[in-house]
């Protein structure tokens, strides 16, 4: 069996850690809890359901990016239609039509959906998805699941978390 090592990431996390809020973002910042020697917390490629880290190591995603890599990485169909609208416009202020025959589609895809959202983050979909459910049912408290990531907001954090009022997690239960 083949063991591991992660020199590379170790020496990235410290040069990290002194310009990077606990050396590293988001769903990873508890990262002083996690050994170093442990997780390769720095990726330098990836194709298909495969990522290897900045020590050479491979690993299977099963976390597909954290959801958005179902297909793998740099599949072809992806990338040649992203190469297409990126000659359109990577980020534009106002919305394509793209996004419109987009929602028509999932709309039709899914018998039960009568619209879609897009965002462009999970923070953001997060958020907009509690405030559709608050209007929809006129109540204010919100489960979240026990140790689970749901984004970087306040109400969305473990309680005790550093920086966050008891305001911001007394509709959460």
């Known amino acids: 069996m083949k063991t591991y090592t992660y020199k590379k990431s170790v020496a990235l996390f410290k040069r990290a850690a002194k310009v990077i809020p606990c050396g590293i973002y988001g769903h990873l910042?508890?990262?002083p809890l996690v050994p170093?020697?442990?997780?390769?917390?720095?990726?330098?490629?990836?194709?298909?359901?495969?990522?290897?880290?900045v020590d050479g190591n491979e690993f299977i995603d099963y976390m597909c990016a954290y959801g958005p890599m179902?297909?793998?990485?740099?599949?072809?169909?992806?990338?040649?239609a992203a190469q297409k609208q990126l000659k359109s416009g990577n980020c534009i202020t106002s919305p394509a039509p793209i996004m419109v025959e987009l929602a028509e589609y999932i709309v039709d895809l899914i018998r039960i959906a009568d619209w879609a959202f897009f965002a462009k983050n999970?923070?953001?979909?997060?958020?907009?998805?509690?405030?559709?459910?608050?209007?929809?049912?006129?109540?204010k408290k919100v489960v979240l699941v026990h140790g689970g990531y749901h984004g970087v907001a306040p109400w969305a954090q473990a309680p005790?978390?550093?920086?966050?009022?008891?305001?911001?997690?007394?509709?959460?239960?």
Not at 38 to 45: C, E, K, L, N, T
């Open 122 to 139: 999970g923070g953001g979909v997060t958020a907009y998805a509690i405030m559709t459910a608050r209007a929809a049912t006129g109540r």
């Open 29 to 31: 910042s508890p990262a």
């Open 160 to 173: 005790g978390h550093p920086g966050v009022l008891d305001e911001d997690q007394s509709t959460i239960l």
């Open 70 to 80: 179902v297909l793998g990485y740099n599949h072809p169909k992806v990338d040649a």
């Open 36 to 53: 170093a020697t442990d997780y390769p917390f720095y990726a330098s490629r990836a194709k298909g359901p495969r990522f290897w880290d």
